[in-house]
C-alpha cells in the first residue's frame, strides 16, 4: 500500500511568490493534516481537515491556506513567501480525526 | 499553547544497551500521545501511542510509560541497534492538533 505521497519533494522560491504544495493521503485516510518542521523543532500545527472541511488551524498566518479535496487529497498554499518560511512541509493522513498520523516524507521548502 | 518538552536534546548509547527518552508535558487534560521516530529526511514514524487510561504500553522493543501524576512521558527502546539512531519526540493531543517537542537525538554506538 503507498504510504502518504508529497510533491514536490523539493522547491526552491524567491521572497514573494506563492507555493502550492500537494499530498494525498493514504487510501481510506480522510483526515488530512499539514505541519511546518523549521531544522532542529519539532513540527508545527497548519491545518488540520477531515471529510473536506476544516478541523483546525494553527497559530500561522493568511498567507497560509489549504484545501482538501473529494478525492481527500490536500493542498497547501502560501502567499507572499518569507524566507522564515524555508521549512520542511509535512502532511500526515488518519482515518480517525486526533488518531495516531502517518506521515509524509515532505516537501523541503527553500525561499531565497 | 500547550508546551511539551524533552529532558535531554542528545543521547549517546551502546548498540545492545536499553535506551529511555523522557518528555515533558504541561496541560493536565492531554489524553492521548505518541511517540515518533524521524530519520534524516524522512518524515516522523509512528513508533507507539498511548492513551491517558494506561500507565505502560509495550510494541516490539519499545515501551511507553506515562506518569500523569508528573506530567511525564517516557520511550524505553530495548537492546538499542544502529537502526535505532535517530531524533524522537513526543506529541500530545490537543484539540484538532499535537504539540511536538523539540525532540531528543538518539546515536547509537556501534
Known amino acids: 500500500d503507498a504510504g502518504v505521497t508529497q510533491s514536490p519533494t523539493h522547491l526552491i522560491k524567491t521572497r514573494g511568490q506563492q507555493v502550492t504544495l500537494r499530498c494525498s493521503p493514504i487510501?481510506?485516510?480522510?483526515?488530512v493534516s499539514w505541519y511546518q518542521q523549521v531544522l532542529g523543532q519539532g513540527p508545527q500545527f497548519i491545518f488540520q481537515?477531515?471529510?473536506?472541511?476544516?478541523?483546525g488551524r494553527g497559530n500561522f498566518p493568511d498567507r497560509f491556506s489549504a484545501r482538501q479535496f473529494p478525492n481527500y487529497s490536500s493542498e497547501l498554499n502560501v502567499n507572499a513567501l518569507l524566507l522564515g518560511d524555508s521549512a520542511l512541509y509535512l502532511c500526515?493522513?488518519?482515518?480517525?480525526?486526533?488518531?495516531?498520523?502517518?506521515f509524509g516524507s515532505g516537501t523541503r521548502l527553500t525561499v531565497v | 499553547g500547550e508546551s511539551v518538552g524533552l529532558h535531554l536534546p542528545t543521547l549517546s548509547v551502546q548498540e545492545g544497551d536499553n535506551s529511555i527518552i523522557n518528555c515533558a508535558y504541561s496541560?493536565?487534560?492531554?489524553?492521548?500521545f505518541i511517540w515518533y521516530k524521524q530519520e534524516s529526511g524522512k518524515g516522523p514514524q509512528f513508533i507507539i501511542d498511548?492513551?491517558?487510561?494506561?500507565d505502560k504500553r509495550q510494541g516490539q522493543r519499545v515501551t511507553v510509560l506515562l506518569n500523569k501524576t508528573v506530567k511525564h512521558l517516557s520511550l524505553q527502546i530495548a537492546a538499542t541497534q544502529p537502526g535505532d539512531s535517530a531524533v524522537y519526540f513526543c506529541?500530545?493531543?490537543?484539540?484538532?492538533?499535537?504539540?511536538f517537542g523539540t525532540g531528543t537525538s538518539l546515536t547509537v554506538i556501534p
Open positions: 500526515a493522513s488518519s482515518d480517525r480525526v486526533n488518531y495516531g498520523y502517518t
Open positions: 487510501s481510506g485516510h480522510k483526515s
Open positions: 481537515y477531515y471529510e473536506k472541511e476544516e478541523r
Open positions: 496541560n493536565s487534560a492531554s489524553d492521548y
Open positions: 498511548i492513551r491517558s487510561n494506561m
Open positions: 506529541a500530545e493531543n490537543g484539540g484538532n492538533q499535537f504539540y
